[in-house]
């Protein structure tokens, strides 16, 4: 691969031994895909796994000795770099009673990530949904791992950035490099598969878990070809098209889709397949969209313990939405219902007088934290009952779903009616 004077430097070791390792590591990924060169990316967001997949034991170990190894000897990120979310809120653990030292464990290894993020600039914006805070322009090339961060930036904002790995992402921040391959090249960003939506839906009454739904079982029929929706409300919200990304993330392995008249690089359907024929087309119906709301529900029982809503993390219209279903109401005891955002949009929405509606009726509203329940799923001390969940995301009814837990996915109205009788309605 051809390097350019300033990559040779930093291959060379004097800009320390983790930017060394980066460039090595990006030049590895770059010639496995047959890159000619690296290119400048203008920023880039990672996901630290001590911090989003903080578990007891070896495996928060092993990632704390992966990221002090691989920031060794770096003075900063060479480009803006946002992060995604922390695993647990220790407020949340003491809440449930998790033991002293679980809590204390985790207090440490998310010090030991605060810091060291810190230290090299990062913007602690600690969520999957950087773009409400630090928003990138279309045609901008970016570094980054998150599923949700690179299928909004490149499918929303037509801004080019591949799928890539916790390592692979710190490496971009690292160098403010990338291989030039995959999504950043115009001939890898073309509409394979088109999604034609039937009569019998009307997507103009879509709730967010009807688009979280449609995503999902999108993503399962496409596998691995970029779709193409045809029929979508012109005038989607940043909420709406937060929920048409964020299932696609897990339900497939694709980096972006196009949403025809919606989205930047979908003006017409000729021009997002770029004059090739669609490999093949998907018809959704009533049916497929039923189906995928049964098939994200894995629970036997009506009785719900935990309410998550906030995956990816809350917009203020919902925060809204969900203050307004709950005015005048108070959640069970038994239940917990947790409400994750970003620190900037709880701050509004404290002063927007809406936190305080939620913590009133006894939810919880916090930020920066991972709000699919992966605490649920993973690390949960010896001795404690999981219980059954109900949120109205995909992505977090799939993960809790993989991880045995049980869960009622559906609307935001039937989350917060089991979030005040405990139950799950029609179960
Ligand atoms: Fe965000 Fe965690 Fe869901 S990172 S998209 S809240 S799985």
């Not at 995503?215 to 193409?228: E, F, H, L, N």
């Not at 989607?236 to 339900?251: D, E, F, H, N």
């Not at 397949?273 to 036997?300: N, Q």
């Not at 038994?334 to 009726?361: F, H």
Request: charged letters at 20%; a neutral charge; proline letters at 5%.
């Amino acid at each position: 691969m051809k390097l350019t004077a300033d990559e040779e430097r930093m291959l060379s070791g004097k800009s320390g031994p983790g930017v060394q390792r980066a460039l090595e590591l990006l030049i590895a990924v770059g010639e496995a895909y047959e890159a000619e060169k690296l290119i400048d990316i203008s920023s880039s967001h990672i996901l630290s796994p001590e911090m989003q997949f903080w578990n007891t034991g070896q495996l928060s170990r092993w990632s704390r000795e992966l990221v002090a190894e691989s920031v060794e000897g770096a003075t900063h990120f060479r480009v803006p770099v946002t992060i995604n979310p922390i695993f647990l809120e220790p407020a949340i653990a003491e809440r449930l009673g998790y033991p002293e030292s679980y809590i204390e464990e985790m207090r440490q290894s998310l010090a030991f990530g605060r810091e060291t993020y810190a230290r090299l600039g990062v913007i602690p914006t600690y969520t999957c949904c950087p773009f409400y805070i630090h928003t990138l322009r279309q045609g901008e090339h970016s570094g980054g791992a998150e599923s949700l961060v690179v299928l909004f930036n490149n499918s929303v904002l037509g801004v080019r950035v591949n799928r890539e790995s916790g390592p692979t992402a710190l490496a971009t921040a690292l160098t403010g490099k990338t291989p030039l391959y995959g999504m950043h090249l115009s001939e890898n960003r073309h509409g394979q598969a088109i999604v034609e939506l039937q009569d019998d839906l009307d997507p103009k009454a879509f709730t967010y878990a009807d688009y979280n739904a449609l995503s999902y079982g999108v993503g399962k029929m496409v596998v691995d070809k970029i779709p193409v929706f045809l029929g979508l409300p012109r005038n989607m919200s940043i909420t709406q098209l937060k929920y048409l990304c964020a299932p696609l993330g897990v339900s497939a392995g694709i980096p972006m889709f196009h949403a025809v008249g919606i989205t930047p690089e979908a003006p017409t359907l000729e021009a997002t397949l770029g004059g090739r024929k669609p490999e093949t087309r998907i018809e959704v119906s009533k049916k497929e969209i039923s189906r995928t709301f049964e098939e994200l529900c894995s629970a036997t029982e009506p009785r719900v313990n935990y309410v998550f809503l906030g995956c990816p993390h809350v917009t203020i219209p919902e925060m809204k939405e969900i203050a307004t279903l709950l005015q005048g109401k108070k959640i069970k005891s038994e239940v917990l219902l947790v409400v994750g955002t970003t620190k900037p949009l709880y701050l509004l929405a404290r002063q927007m007088g809406l936190v305080d509606i939620i913590e009133n009726s006894g939810g919880m509203v916090v930020s920066g934290m991972c709000s699919a329940g992966s605490f649920l799923r993973r690390g949960v001390p010896e001795g404690f009952h999981v219980g059954v969940v109900a949120t109205n995301a995909a992505k977090a009814a799939h993960y809790l779903k993989a991880g045995g837990v049980q869960v009622w996915f559906g609307t935001m109205q039937k989350c917060i009616n089991a979030a005040v009788t405990g139950k799950w309605e029609d179960a």
